[in-house]
Nanobody, 121 residues
């Protein structure tokens, strides 16, 4: 069992930056691929970024490439999402997930409670 807690969300103006953090506890964190997903009101949950268990491979949805960076610190059991040049369309609840490396949310076994990101225009 893995427990995930996100933090770092908030309100920011368009063009600004936020850094989301995800703290993991429980089973060996290092064995899991990690991902970030987001869900805007009235929309389905969307893949944002993923990182392999060693951190050597990353993958992003096209809409955030060049603006967002996913990283992890296995010693501290943390995953991060650095978000730069934020746009109003990035507004959503952002979720951290553990268990896989890919875009399919059904492949992730563990989820955090989410953190709200709001980007004003």
């Amino acid at each position: 069992q893995v427990q995930l807690v996100e933090s770092g969300g908030g309100l920011v103006q368009a063009g600004g930056s936020l850094r989301l953090s995800c703290a993991a506890s429980g089973r060996p964190f290092i064995t899991y691929g990690m991902g970030w997903f987001r869900q805007a009101p009235g929309k389905e949950r969307e893949f944002v970024a993923a990182i392999s268990w060693r951190g050597g491979s990353t993958y992003y949805v096209d809409s955030v490439k060049g603006r967002f960076t996913i990283s992890r610190d296995n010693a501290k059991k943390m995953v991060f999402l650095q978000m730069n040049s934020l746009k109003p369309e990035d507004t959503a609840v952002y979720y951290c997930a553990a268990g896989s490396f890919g875009v399919d949310p059904t492949k992730y076994a563990y989820w955090g409670q989410g953190t709200q990101v709001t980007v004003s225009s």
